[in-house]
């Protein structure tokens, strides 16, 4: 399996536009979960995901942020308008049966908004 | 306010020394995992540990759950530049986990 994989990698954008990151979580994994992290606040959840239905949504920080999961195998978030604060590394993670079983982590999303 | 508190927050050491990073809280866990990060990656699960005083070893890393359940230890003994990275750990906080903000250890060559 190749794991969880996130794109773009790397993400530059301005201030006022819509940011969109995708993940891909393993197959057959019935959880998935975003986190933020950045050096003042660490590793945060923002949501996450059982059987693609939100379960927890209360890390989101604003309604500028959303997140979808349209089907099992793709999930997104959204920052609408984003903001130089949202500058952080956006990491995807799924677990295959529970929300404290083992967190197979992508290589993240590096967010820059200048 | 920060459900686990890891210390120290930085901690550089010479290849072959021992050192010993802190997870410390005054909640209760059912469990507790140690990952580690590696620089432009996302974290790795390490190990996770669910019984009270129990102590875990992977190689030369030995993890310890407190009896309380309220803290935890990682110690690696003789580090190699391969175990340099952020160390993490995580705990059951309402039905999700909280991470604390980590130990970034480094290991000089």
């Known amino acids: 399996d190749a794991g969880v994989i996130q794109s773009p990698r790397h993400e530059v954008t301005e201030m006022g536009q819509e940011v969109t990151l995708r993940c891909k979580p393993i197959?057959?994994?019935?959880?998935l979960f975003w986190y933020r992290q950045t050096m003042m606040r660490g590793l945060e959840l923002l949501i996450y995901?059982?059987?693609?239905?939100?379960?927890?949504d209360s890390g989101m920080p604003e309604d500028r942020f959303s997140a979808k999961m349209p089907n099992a195998s793709f999930s997104t978030l959204k920052i609408q308008p984003s903001e130089p604060r949202d500058s952080a590394v956006y990491f995807c993670?799924?677990?295959?049966?529970?929300?404290?079983?083992?967190?197979?982590f992508g290589q993240g999303t590096r967010l820059t908004v200048v | 306010t920060q459900l686990l508190e890891q210390s120290p927050q930085f901690l550089s050491i010479q290849e072959g020394e021992n050192l010993t990073v802190y997870c410390n809280s005054s909640?209760?866990?059912?469990?507790l995992q140690w990952y580690r990060q590696e620089p432009g990656e996302g974290p790795v699960l390490l190990v996770t540990?669910?019984?009270?005083?129990e102590v875990k070893k992977l190689k030369r890393l030995t993890f310890q759950f407190g009896d309380a359940r309220k803290d935890s230890s990682l110690h690696i003994t003789a580090a190699q530049p391969g175990d340099t990275g952020l160390y993490l750990c995580a705990g059951d906080d309402d039905y999700k986990l909280s991470f604390g903000a980590g130990t970034t250890v480094t290991v000089r060559a």
């Open positions: 197959s057959g994994h019935d959880y």
């Open positions: 540990v669910v019984t009270g005083g």
């Open positions: 909640s209760v866990f059912s469990s």
């Open positions: 993670a799924s677990s295959l049966k529970d929300w404290n079983t083992e967190a197979f």
């Open positions: 995901f059982n059987n693609n239905v939100p379960i927890d």
